[in-house]
């Protein structure tokens, strides 16, 4: 094979490859690919001893058919053969053709589609992996035994309505007390907090009404009286979920689960705050001060979760940030970060306050009977302008002389607004200096970065004291202790899980004419090239920070000289000179130096070349990244890196090496590729023309209830190194998980039917930048949780279907879909702390560890990875779960490939935690949030190694408004690039 090295492309060949058409009925139309002689070809899969290459998959309804796909040593047999099918595919019935196929080669398969339906049952695991050195880690897992008796569902019903779990659990824990001898047939139930209760056993009635009193817990005597009606619902069977277990039932009972799950919160529930599956409480760890008047609490994660060894309750540590139990004046002080409360605030600091602590409860300080009420309202004036009407109906007076001559208190901040209640026709005031917030309510907003940088320093915990914790807090709950646990049979053994791991060899890197051996997840860059060096003819460089030209200047000859020693081939000279602007006119300075490049290249003659690279040099003050993102990439068609002036300033070795990365892969180069796949040696990959994509979708912080979710695609563009992507982006309905604009079909009254979508695109641009068509699809989606598995395996594989039939009939590769999942609470941890043989410098496990065992599912296709290094804190290993495999992977196939590719990440030399098409596309569906109309905010600064998960983005939309607005469109000259990195 020859071969030629260049463009996006890389390395293409020349190889004993031939391009056949795909066998129709009817040829002529649903070509794709574009450009000139390749809008009918197909590829066929190199010939390969011991396993047929050669399945054409997947497809759904009208689009299902037979597509015969022979293997051959030699193309014009396979032309022969090929035309003989066709012909006889277009004569015969599908019976007779399959028949006469089978006769012509025996090599020949078929294969109904697989129907995509709701209840569409998950791929088994194809067997557990082998590769790899075997290893032993702990884990956070704790063995739970169950006697296996039925338990009763009941249905509660408590009136007048209570909307407080807490007031549930009050009511229903009196009601049980009191009537567990005389009614309840001596059984303890446990309560959800809302409208179900489960019993070991069933209660002596099918439905009964219970009068509860209730004391009030304000001082007084008074009594809050509640109606309870108890009725049988269903039995739930644990002989489902034991089957479930030993694999002799194949889907997950729930409910039994559910009910379980319930059995083990019951008294965490009430003993501490509750947030979803975790538990806060002082009692559980020390309390530590956040920016802004907040403060985080320490508590636990619990899950009962279904895996192989059977049930496992699944603990963690955990930390989450609360309101300081502060005067609300104290508050606005720190949220707002002033001093002096005696000025008047701006409107803008009012609707501020009012949005962070809206719904809040407060009570009251001056009162000898507490009061306690929610802030729904804040008056329009000061409260020192206020005034109400006295009882008497006529005479009125101000809220400040009420207090002054009821309370004997002297107002301090006349200038605040005051908490408002009541009726509008009858308000009541009430002075925030004299409301505190009310312990143990949690922060729902997003925090900011000084929030979080904090929370993690105060909860960041090496492996060692982060297992010793979890191990303290399973003996503090004293699980086999509880009523509960043993009034249902429970037992929980007290020492975590220790499983059987496997550490997967790092794969070889090449670089131009050298390569490299990553040890513990980590290389550098040091006596490297690239393994394709862009070309950069025409950059320039824009400074906004306060740096002086010479300071500028030298680092942008620095960043050269970088570049050029990396393999970049970099015109010394910029096409203008560098330019400092104002950093309150960003755009207009943006389209001025685009302008100027313009008339630089027509007075050179370069026509049809534009400006490559801009250098941007960021304020000192954050804020501005977003509008350069926006202006570059969406109106101008720039390319740009931005750095921070700090950076620039040191310009050290590691950070230039770094830029220059980024700068490389943005340009169309590429930093590095795996050796195996420049062999030909990478499986599943290597044997036929292959696309690699990632997908994720990123939602609008908390308290942005009407903003736009962002869904992003990206694919790969050079089979078969798989290093490069493409990436698009496009704005969906507010926090839709399902990404819409997969595939999609519109009706315009021009051109007729319209097809188009992400994967559409994706696909027709890999045949133009490669010249072959994909034959395998292996879809890494990040982003989904467990319980949205088969609404994304419905309408997501759905879509890449209909997108690949839609762009020539009987086109259909066969499809591998992976949920990529972070967000979860499993931790491995090695089995000596301190060895170094066995742990990173952390102290954590070594990267390439992986586990399919013990605490994986019982029946379907997933592994936990750990692909890193760690930096600090603990590791958590990622986990991949297979939804839909039309490529029939082997367990250590899909997991060597997946380890491979997170040591392929282009923005450093270290490998990554999750594969890197799923980080793509979470980099660029951020980068794409900076496009929406309005932003107002956010602080991440390229180069600096900060992961774009800390920005802060505002979306200036009304509320309720349901009207997803379009994203700008990238610019073509951009988009054919990586510009996201």
């Given amino acids: 094979m020859s071969g030629r090295i260049g463009g996006r492309g890389g390395l293409r060949g020349q190889s004993d490859r031939t391009d056949q058409p795909l066998p129709q ?5 649903g070509r794709f690919g574009g450009g000139k002689g390749q809008s009918d070809r197909t590829d066929q899969p190199l010939p390969q001893s011991g396993r047929e290459l050669g399945r054409v998959g997947g497809g759904r309804g009208p689009y299902r058919s037979y597509v015969p796909v022979l293997s051959s040593t030699s193309s014009s047999s396979a032309d022969s053969l090929a035309a003989d099918v066709e012909m006889k595919l277009n004569l015969a019935s599908p019976s007779r053709a399959i028949e006469t196929l089978q006769k012509l080669s025996p090599a020949f398969e078929t294969r109904s589609l697989t129907p995509l339906t709701a209840t569409t049952r998950l791929p088994d695991r194809p067997g557990f992996g082998r590769a790899g050195k075997k290893i032993s880690v702990r884990t956070n897992h704790f063995p739970v035994q169950s006697t296996g008796r039925d338990v009763f569902h009941y249905d509660v019903t408590i009136t007048p309505e209570v909307t407080l779990k807490k007031v549930c659990r009050d009511v229903m824990n009196t009601l049980i007390d009191s009537n567990m001898e005389l009614y309840l047939g001596n059984r303890l139930p446990a309560y959800d907090g809302s409208k179900n209760i489960y019993s070991l056993g069933p209660l002596p009635f099918q439905s009964k009404d219970f009068l509860v009193k209730l004391l009030k817990k304000d001082g007084s005597r008074k009594e809050s009286h509640f109606n309870v009606a108890i009725k049988f619902a269903s039995k739930v069977d644990l002989y489902q979920l034991q089957a479930f277990l030993h694999r002799k039932q194949g889907n997950l009972p729930h409910e039994t689960l559910q009910a379980l799950e319930i059995v083990l919160r019951a008294t965490p529930s009430v003993m501490y705050t509750a947030v979803e599956r975790s538990f806060f409480s002082p009692r559980l760890g020390a309390k530590g001060k956040l920016d802004g008047g907040l403060e985080y609490w320490q508590g636990f994660y619990q899950s009962l979760r279904p895996t192989q060894m059977g049930l496992s309750l699944n603990i963690d540590i955990s930390a989450r940030a609360f309101f300081d139990p502060i005067l609300v004046t104290e508050f606005i002080q720190q949220y707002l970060h002033i001093r002096d409360l005696s000025r008047p605030l701006t409107d803008q600091d009012c609707k501020k306050i009012l949005k962070v602590l809206k719904g809040v409860t407060v009570k009251t300080t001056h009162l000898k009977n507490v009061m306690s009420k929610k802030i729904v309202r804040l008056s329009q004036q000061p409260i020192g302008e206020l005034m109400f009407t006295c009882d008497d109906g006529v005479q009125k007076k101000y809220v400040i002389q009420y207090y002054l001559e009821r309370y004997r208190i002297t107002l301090r901040y006349p200038s605040l607004p005051a908490m408002q209640y009541g009726s509008d026709s009858k308000p009541i005031y009430l002075p925030l200096e004299l409301c505190k917030i009310v312990e143990g309510q949690r922060y729902t907003k997003k925090l900011n970065e000084r929030q979080v940088t904090s929370l993690l320093m105060a909860t960041c915990q090496r492996p060692v004291h982060r297992e010793q914790n979890i191990r303290q807090m399973v003996r503090q709950n004293d699980y086999n202790n509880d009523k509960f646990v043993n009034e249902f049979g429970l037992h929980i053994q007290p020492e975590p899980t220790v499983v059987e791991a496997r550490l997967l060899p790092p794969p070889m890197l090449k670089y131009g004419g050298s390569q490299e051996a990553p040890s513990v997840g980590q290389w550098n860059m040091l006596n490297k090239r690239m393994f394709n060096g862009a070309k950069i003819d025409f950059w320039t460089c824009v400074n906004f920070s306060k740096m002086n030209q010479n300071q500028v200047g030298q680092f942008c000859w620095d960043l050269v000289q970088t570049g050029i020693s ?69 109106e101008l068609g720039i390319v740009s890196q931005c750095c921070q002036p700090k950076q620039v300033l040191k310009r050290t070795l590691p950070y230039l090496e770094n830029v220059t990365l980024k700068i490389n892969v943005k340009a169309g180069g590429r930093n590095t590729v795996l050796a195996s796949a420049l062999e030909r040696k990478l499986d599943f990959v290597s044997d036929m023309p292959t696309i690699i994509f990632g997908a994720d979708v990123t939602h609008p912080p908390p308290g942005e209830d009407s903003s736009c979710s962002i869904a992003a695609v990206v694919a790969s563009m050079d089979w078969p190194e798989v290093t490069t992507y493409k990436g698009l982006v496009s704005a969906q309905r507010h926090r839709e998980e399902i990404i819409s604009d997969l595939y999609k079909e519109v009706d315009d009254p021009i051109r007729g039917r319209v097809k188009s979508g992400m994967i559409r695109e994706l696909l027709i641009s890999f045949r133009q930048s490669t010249g072959h068509k994909p034959r395998r699809i292996i879809f890494y989606r990040d982003g989904v949780s467990d319980g949205q598995f088969s609404h994304v395996l419905l309408y997501e594989v759905d879509a890449i279907r209909k997108a690949c039939s839609s762009l020539e009939e009987n086109y259909l590769p066969r499809i591998t879909f992976v949920v990529v999942q972070k967000r979860h609470h499993t931790r491995l941890f090695p089995m000596t ?70 040591y392929t990440y282009a923005r450093c030399t270290r490998s990554v935690s999750i594969v890197p098409p799923a980080y793509y596309a979470h980099l660029a569906a951020w980068r794409a949030r900076y496009y929406v109309e309005g932003y107002v905010e956010g602080g991440v600064e390229e180069g600096d190694g900060a992961d774009a998960e800390s920005t802060s983005v505002r979306v200036n939309t009304r509320e309720g408004d349901a009207v997803v607005r379009p994203l700008p469109n990238v610019m073509d000259n951009v988009k054919q690039f990586m510009f996201y990195c």
Wanted: aromatic share 6%; proline share 4%.
């Fill in 25 to 29: 009925a009817g040829r002529g139309r």
């Fill in 566 to 634: 990396k393999g970049l081939k970099f015109n010394t000279e910029p096409l203008i000179p560098i330019h400092s602007a104002n950093p309150k006119h960003i755009g207009r300075a943006l389209t001025s130096i685009h302008s100027r490049c313009n008339e630089r290249l027509t007075k050179m003659k370069a026509k049809g070349r534009h400006l490559q690279l801009l250098l941007v040099i960021l304020p000192e003050v954050s804020g501005s990244y977003g509008i350069i993102k926006k202006v570059c990439e969406t």
């Fill in 833 to 902: 702390h301190g060895d170094r043989h066995s742990t990173d410098r952390s102290g954590n496990i070594l990267p390439g560890t992986v586990v399919d065992t013990k605490i994986c599912h019982v029946r379907e296709f997933d592994f936990y990875l750990c692909s890193h290094s760690g930096i600090q804190g603990t590791s958590r290993p990622t986990h991949y779960h297979v939804l839909f495999d039309e490529n029939d992977f082997s367990a250590d196939a899909l997991q060597g490939l997946t380890n491979s590719l997170c």
